[in-house]
């Protein structure tokens, strides 16, 4: 076992709290270092004065005042501004409003761009978008035609 492991068993070995195993293991090492033992000597010195000085007596109310001190010294350091609670209850809602509004403006924006792209495109290739995607259902029909009467109809003529 290293020293700082022993040290750090120092305390429970002065106070008896350890198996006779341990309690012999760290004998046998303070008799073989100086640092240890007299760590160990310091710790029984601390101890002794400890056990000398009478046991002081608390108020049964203690834990109570000490937490209410507390939390008096932290609202001390707080500066409490009345428009402050105001502005952290409507933050959210009005974060919340702009991200949508932004995210509508984007979007528009977006889909505008990708029309006149898509326009640009169209205009530059040599074929129609008819005849790119094979509709033959836009094109004109003969003459006498239901589609051509229902067409005229729509339109207004005859």
Request: some cysteine; aromatic content about 8%; glycine content about 6%.
């Amino acid at each position: 076992m290293k020293c700082s492991q022993i040290r750090s068993k120092l305390s429970a070995f002065s106070d008896g709290e350890m198996s006779e195993e341990e309690k012999q293991f760290i004998s046998e090492h303070l008799k073989s270092c100086d640092l240890c033992r007299k760590e160990s000597e310091t710790l029984s010195q601390v101890s002794d004065v400890l056990g000398i000085m009478d046991e002081v007596q608390v108020s049964p109310f203690f834990i109570t005042h000490l937490k209410q001190k507390i939390a008096e010294q932290k609202a001390k350091g707080r500066v409490h501004l009345p428009f402050m609670a105001w502005i952290r209850r409507a933050l959210i809602p009005i974060a919340a409003t702009a991200f949508i509004f932004l995210s509508f403006l984007a979007g528009s924006n977006l889909g505008k761009t990708i029309y006149r792209e898509h326009t640009k495109i169209m205009a530059k290739s040599d074929t129609k978008a008819v005849d790119a995607l094979g509709v033959t259902a836009l094109d004109e029909f003969p003459e006498g035609s239901l589609g051509w009467v229902y067409n005229n109809v729509l339109i207004g003529e005859e």
